[in-house]
Every structure is written in C-alpha cells, then in structure tokens.
C-alpha cells in the first residue's frame, strides 16, 4: 500500500492550462511528443541535481504576479529579470534538471489547490522511489503524499503539450466539505 502512494494516480486526458497553451505557442520544440521512460533511477547524483536545481531556483527568482510583469492574468514564461511566479520556476527547474540529463517525460509540470484554495504550480520528477515535487513555496523536496496540496492535472509523460488529470484520494474528506460550499 505504501508503494502505491508514492506515485500519483493519474486519470485520462484533462485540459491544458491556457498559459500552457499560450507557451506552447511560442514554443512549440517544448510541448511535444516525448519517449515515455520508466520512471528516472533515483541515484545520489540525481538527488544532489534536485536539491541544487531546486535551491538556485528559488533562490534567484524574486516572486512577481504576471499582472506586476507583463498587465496580463496568465502568461507562463522563464524567469525575466530575476523575477516570476509559480509557473516561472517551474519552467526554470524543468529546463535545468533536462540540462542534467532527466528525460522531459520525467519532468512533468503539475496543477495543485493550494490549503487556502489558490491555485499553484509546481515540477514533479518521476522517479524509481516515487513521485517529488520541487516547489518554490518550500525549500524542501517532498514526495507528493508529503505536500497539504490537492492534485489536479500534470503535463502527460508522453506529450509535453498534453495533459492528464490525477485522482488524488488522499483528501477524499476534505474534498467532500469543499465541495458542499
């Protein structure tokens, strides 16, 4: 059972979040198909890359809303000027752990609900020990079961531009009250 809880459950194709598809369309050579691989060996070297990607990340980004950068709601982009928000980082960190020799299908950008109801962006890695996420609301790498998020959708391990929705049972309670609102 424990095994089980290390990966998230994933479900079948979900939308793909318009900043997403808007980055997309500025570049394409990053939304494609991808090798689906196993999940990556999670080795001493990998974990270092992790926790280095991770700390440099949110260490050289200053948090800035897109409506502070660019006047717009939603615009996913690399970091600019040292600022960004959630989907910045994310894209930072992806772009660097692929640098590190981590295949794009184990690399895998994540919509979560925040505790207070916000929504949130995070990178999940796929790995032989289970799924982590690398999130620059915490300083800590933490395994998805670890996290007070709930899990929405995650880019698709065999297309980059694709989506898929993940059942996250863990807050099935929580889910329950919420949605009675």
Known sequence: MAQAQAFMPTAGLSTQPVGHYEFCQQKPDECGKTIAHRPVELTRKLWAAMVDVNNVVNTMVTPRTDMEMWGV??????????????????????KRLLKAGVPASNL?????????????????????????????????????????YTYLKRQSAKHAGMWVGIEDGRNVLVGSVSGSR
């Open 73 to 94: 709601e939603e615009r996913w982009s690399y970091p600019v000027n040292g600022y960004g928000d959630c989907e910045d980082y994310v894209l930072e960190k992806r």
């Open 108 to 148: 895998l950008i994540t919509v979560v609900r925040q505790p207070n109801g916000d929504g949130h962006a995070v990178l999940t890695v796929n790995t032989s020990m289970g799924d982590f996420v690398l999130d620059n609301l915490e300083p800590r790498i933490l395994t998805w079961a670890e996290t007070e």
